[in-house]
T-cell receptor, first 114, second 116 residues
Framework: ETGVTQTPRHLVMGMTNKKSLKCEQH?????MYWYKQSAKKPLELMFV???????ENNSVPSRFSPECPNSSHLFLHLHTLQPEDSALYLC?????????????FGPGTRLTVT | AQSVAQPEDQVNVAEGNPLTVKCTYS??????LFWYVQYPNRGLQFLLK????DNLVKGSYGFEAEFNKSQTSFHLKKPSALVSDSALYFC??????????????WGLGTSLAVNP
């Protein structure tokens, strides 16, 4: 349960605010991911980092900006968000990005954009 | 198109009865399949995966899943359900995207309710 932590757990922000989500993994993994989870939609992969290098960006709007300063930390910087960006944002990690290894998820940040 | 489907939004089962949560997939090449569970206000937790080998895969909390290549299915099962198994269950399959990168695509989830 404490392998992947996320802060804050809840965030309410206006459309003109700037905020950041933080994720930290204590599992020694090389890959980290940001997902968006919305009701009635499949889990959406946003970004993938492998050894601190971004290896995938799934057409995410530029108002979302990821940062991976080292293999244990991942940030998602938010600015000028839209109400439709309200969702649960999940961070995950895995040993590698090849798709064979299971991913370990944090508890998520519930984001509400007003 | 590569996809994964969970045909049931909700499954209800009485405690002590066997449960099945269904998953079907469509991928090119050999499928790598996963099941995850999400409890309220929590992230997803890995349950089990099929990569190769025996078609019956055993995982956490007494769950198992059967890979059926001819039916392109990977149904999750448990012989005797517990009230604490009530949660949201996700099936996922590894695919290659247009850039030949490997990633998981996810089903919409099935809500399991185990009644006492």
């Amino acid at each position: 349960e404490t392998g992947v932590t996320q802060t804050p757990r809840h965030l309410v922000m206006g459309m003109t605010n700037k905020k950041s989500l933080k994720c930290e993994q204590h599992l020694g993994h090389n890959a980290m991911y940001w997902y968006k989870q919305s009701a009635k939609k499949p889990l959406e992969l946003m970004f993938v980092y492998s050894l601190e290098e971004r290896v995938e960006n799934n057409s995410v709007p530029s108002r979302f900006s990821p940062e991976c300063p080292n293999s244990s930390h991942l940030f998602l910087h938010l600015h000028t968000l839209q109400p439709e960006d309200s969702a649960l944002y999940l961070c995950a990690s895995s040993r590698e990005t090849g798709g064979v290894d299971e991913q370990y998820f944090g508890p998520g940040t519930r984001l509400t954009v007003t | 198109a590569q996809s994964v489907a969970q045909p049931e939004d909700q499954v209800n089962v009485a405690e002590g009865n066997p449960l099945t949560v269904k998953c079907t997939y469509s991928v090119s090449g050999n499928p790598y399949l996963f099941w995850y569970v999400q409890y309220p206000n929590r992230g997803l937790q890995f349950l089990l995966k099929y990569i190769t080998g025996d078609n019956l895969v055993k995982g956490s909390y007494g769950f198992e899943a059967e890979f059926n290549k001819s039916q392109t299915s990977f149904h999750l099962k448990k012989p005797s359900a517990l009230v604490s198994d009530s949660a949201l269950y996700f099936c996922a399959v590894r695919v290659y995207n247009a850039g030949n990168n490997r990633k998981l695509i996810w089903g919409l989830g099935t809500s399991l309710a185990v009644n006492p």
